[in-house]
């Protein structure tokens, strides 16, 4: 069974959303929140780090991350 549970009295008067929007929107927040959330994190990891080898700190932190964003959906799903 797909959807909204019959057993919610809100779902029968609960329009449903349009793909189309549903999808753009995902793809605008994401587009959006991803980079900014990655500069966030970049900028916060190189002030815990201090005045060390962050280049290659940086470098092991973005492979785990994209590591992570491959490897997460496969076990995930």
Known sequence: MVGCPLSYDW???????NEVVFIGSIII????G???TGISLDILFSKILGPIQQ???????SGCGIGLQIIGP????
Do not use: D, E, K, N
């Open 34 to 36: 991803f980079p900014i």
């Open 74 to 77: 496969i076990f995930l799903s």
């Open 29 to 32: 927040a994401l587009g959006i």
């Open 11 to 17: 779902c029968a008067t609960t329009p449903r959303t």
């Open 55 to 61: 280049g290659t700190m940086q470098g092991v932190y």
